[in-house]
């Protein structure tokens, strides 16, 4: 026997419903995009979640971590809910502000783009204050004051909250970052120091390192994780040319520092360039750190660097401390979107 139903067509595929929102994907054919050096697609898939009320609307920019793309946090998951669905619930609570929530699409051949121009990856910083902030202030009914644009995320996506909101103040006026990579001496020379035979491997090509990424070879070390992040993080802190090749701090027999190049890495670092924006962070409305004690990556003893900076020239902010590890950012997003509600109301 059959049944009589009415489909329905949706615009954008998803498998569950919104009570709080619509969602709509921003598509943008990115023209600093192109011509990238690891030949990744200037089309770019942004969605976003408008707002079921009126506005104009506080602006939350969210960014994802490394070897992951925020558009992934729309994704289903089983017995659980995602990172939209979280945000849809925690409205419902009072928790999360209704506000327009942008995931940016980012992700490189590398696994990520730190939100950074380098000329071994592509022109990311760029891409979004200059392409995608204007493509939203066009397109949707969002406020016009700083104070109501949050950038946020957690790990790189922390990293590139400190990064874009800390040097784009009058665009951003607030900062979220959950276990921001910094202090690179603890979070990131550990995993170049386990990349290094392979960087010796490859002589020292960072092209070489990426035909083995492409080619699968890469992966098939049990520390494959390891490795993508030292180059991954080289191709953004330490390009070579403009041809995609890149540069390894320390020699690949002797493990010795190489003082030059390693200085280039720390100008990335936010422990070295936050000094250098006092001037913009004083400018901010508020700033929300968030780490694990017991990160895996040692990156709380950045944020405490971060939060002495902060300290010492009299920034307002606030710090969160939880037990928990690297692996646990997921579940602190929440307390991001509880700090914007706190703020906002007031």
């Known amino acids: 026997m059959k049944h009589e139903i009415t489909p329905e067509i949706l615009e954008n595929f998803r498998a569950y419903d919104m009570n709080h929102f619509k969602i709509q994907t921003l598509v943008l054919e ?36 490394f070897s992951s793309n925020a558009p992934f946090y729309l994704n289903g998951k089983f017995n ?7 945000i849809d619930q925690a409205v419902a609570r009072g928790e999360a502000p209704e506000a327009l929530y942008i995931f940016v699409d980012a992700l490189t051949s590398w696994g990520g783009s ?3 121009n380098s000329a071994a990856t592509g022109r990311y910083e760029d891409y979004i204050m200059t392409e995608l902030v204007p493509a939203i202030q066009g397109k949707y009914a969002v406020s016009d004051k700083p104070a109501d644009w949050c950038v946020t995320g957690g790990s790189s996506g922390g990293y590139g909250a400190l990064y874009l909101g800390s040097k784009h ?16 001496e603890a979070s990131l020379l550990p995993d170049i ?14 092209l070489k390192a990426l035909e083995e990424l492409r080619n699968g070879r890469l992966m098939k070390n049990k520390n494959w994780h390891n490795l993508l992040n030292a180059f991954g993080m080289a191709a953004c802190y330490a390009a070579k040319g403009t041809h995609g090749d890149f540069e390894f701090p320390v020699h690949a027999k002797t493990g010795e520092r190489n003082p030059e190049i390693w200085q280039r890495y720390l100008e990335k670092d936010p422990v070295h360039f936050l000094p250098q924006r006092i001037g913009h962070l004083k400018k901010l409305s508020g700033i929300y750190l968030d780490v694990g004690t017991r990160d895996n990556f040692h990156l709380q003893y950045g944020v405490r660097q971060i939060v002495n900076i902060l300290k010492k020239n009299s920034i307002d902010h606030d710090i969160v401390e939880f037990d928990g590890t ?21």
Do not use: M
Request: aromatic share 14%; proline share 9%; charged share 20%.
């Open 30 to 65: 990115s023209e600093v995009l192109k011509h990238n050096p690891l030949c990744d697609p200037s089309r770019r898939y942004n969605p976003v979640l408008v707002p079921k009320v009126t506005g104009p609307w506080p602006v939350v920019v969210v960014l994802a971590g």
């Open 80 to 86: 659980e809910a995602n990172a939209v669905q979280v």
């Open 114 to 116: 730190q939100f950074i």
């Open 169 to 184: 103040p009058e665009v951003f006026g607030k900062i979220g970052a959950i276990a921001p990579d910094s202090f690179f």
């Open 193 to 206: 120091y386990q990349a290094l035979p392979l960087w010796e491997k490859y002589q020292e090509s960072g």
């Open 326 to 346: 690297h692996f646990d950012i997921s579940e602190r997003r929440l307390e991001v979107w509880k700090w914007l509600v706190s703020i906002w109301r007031n």
